[in-house]
């Protein structure tokens, strides 16, 4: 596997897997209840390792950067299905924050 990859080739990358061995997408419906208990274990983790909640037995043998990429896969899938060119609206949503926070947080005592 490439080390470096466009959004474009992860989507093309996650639906060729899907076609191959998923059988099909899940629904939408679905797939937004998975990414909500995908980002649920994200939470689990950090809560864990920068919070002050101990880990039980079974957290110990988790991954944080396993769980942040079944974030990203199931968020990957939603894309796909719904027709979201991820790497335009990464590009857009970057400029969108450009315009509107460029002095904000770089004037905000609360960061210095």
Do not use: P
């Not at 992860?10 to 897997?17: E, F, I, L, P, T």
């Not at 909500?36 to 944080?64: C, H, M, N, P, W």
């Not at 990203?72 to 949503?93: E, M, P, R, Y």
């Amino acid at each position: 596997m490439e080390e470096n990859i466009t959004f474009k080739e992860a989507q093309a990358q996650v639906d060729a897997w899907i076609k191959t061995y998923g059988v099909r997408y899940f629904n939408e419906l679905t797939n937004m209840a998975i990414l909500t208990e995908e980002v649920g274990e994200v939470a689990r983790l950090i809560a864990r390792i920068y919070g002050e909640q101990s880990f039980k037995g079974s957290d110990k043998q988790k991954d944080l950067a396993d769980e942040m990429a079944d974030v990203l896969w199931v968020l990957i899938c939603l894309a796909n299905q719904t027709g979201v060119d991820l790497t335009s609206a990464f590009q857009k949503n970057l400029q969108k924050k450009t315009e509107r926070d460029k002095n904000r947080h770089i004037n905000n005592l609360k960061l210095a």
